[in-house]
């Protein structure tokens, strides 16, 4: 009898095989979206972000949210307080912050020394969409964005960014207009 897990990675060899570019990886159902209850104080149209969880929630009624399963920022690193959103875009440029630069030369090695800006597309680490967090009208260089390792949602991995799937960051950027405030506790 073949388990699971034997189908599953069957299936992920036939599809690199064949070069699929069908998802090689299933997030947990847990961290798949999802409408659930949420406290009734909470205002619809905002978002909040609870990093130990790994899950973020846009709140889209009094007592009603869509949560979706998010990767957030390692020890040290993670952003907290509030935010609003004030840039969206579509296939997002990057640039490591030379924090990240100077923190792990090697890793960012293609970006020390010069002004090298990643563009848009598959292979960008903020994936398909990005939401850009500011504080006091100042870019908080935070974002929520979708992500190239998959594998991160559900993990304290990032430089401090929430990652989220592109198809639930794809998502969650219909639903938010700018200025929609943002609270990561």
């Given at each position: 009898?073949?388990?699971?897990?034997?189908f599953?990675?069957?299936?992920?060899?036939?599809?690199?095989?064949?070069?699929?570019?069908?998802?090689?990886?299933?997030?947990?159902?847990?961290?798949?979206?999802?409408?659930?209850?949420?406290?009734?104080?909470?205002?619809?149209?905002?978002?909040?972000?609870?990093?130990?969880?790994?899950?973020?929630y846009?709140?889209?009624?009094?007592?009603?949210?869509?949560?979706?399963?998010?990767?957030?920022?390692?020890?040290?690193?993670?952003?907290?307080?509030?935010?609003?959103?004030?840039?969206?875009?579509?296939?997002?440029?990057?640039?490591?912050?030379?924090?990240?630069?100077?923190?792990?030369?090697?890793h960012?090695?293609?970006?020390?020394d010069?002004?090298?800006?990643?563009?848009?597309?598959?292979?960008?680490?903020?994936?398909?969409?990005?939401?850009?967090?500011?504080q006091?009208?100042?870019?908080?260089?935070?974002?929520?964005?979708?992500?190239?390792?998959?594998?991160?949602?559900?993990?304290?991995?990032?430089?401090?960014?929430?990652?989220?799937?592109?198809?639930h960051?794809?998502?969650?950027?219909?639903?938010?207009?700018?200025?929609?405030?943002?609270?990561?506790?």
């Open positions: 009898m073949i388990t699971r897990r034997q599953t990675l069957a299936s992920v060899a036939a599809a690199v095989a064949a070069g699929s570019p069908a998802l090689a990886f299933e997030v947990e159902p847990k961290f798949r979206p999802q409408p659930v209850r949420i406290k009734q104080d909470l205002a619809p149209g905002q978002i909040l972000i609870l990093p130990r969880a790994h899950f973020l846009y709140v889209s009624a009094p007592g009603q949210a869509i949560r979706y399963g998010v990767g957030v920022g390692k020890a040290g690193l993670e952003f907290t307080g509030d935010a609003i959103i004030q840039v969206k875009k579509e296939w997002p440029t990057w640039r490591p912050t030379q924090d990240m630069i100077d923190r792990e030369p090697d960012y090695g293609k970006f020390k010069n002004d090298y800006v990643q563009p848009g597309g598959p292979e960008n680490p903020l994936g398909a969409r990005a939401l850009y967090l500011f006091n009208g100042r870019d908080t260089f935070f974002r929520i964005h979708g992500t190239t390792a998959p594998e991160s949602i559900g993990q304290s991995v990032s430089n401090g960014c929430i990652r989220m799937l592109n198809e960051v794809k998502d969650l950027y219909e639903r938010v207009p700018l200025g929609t405030p943002v609270t990561v506790l």
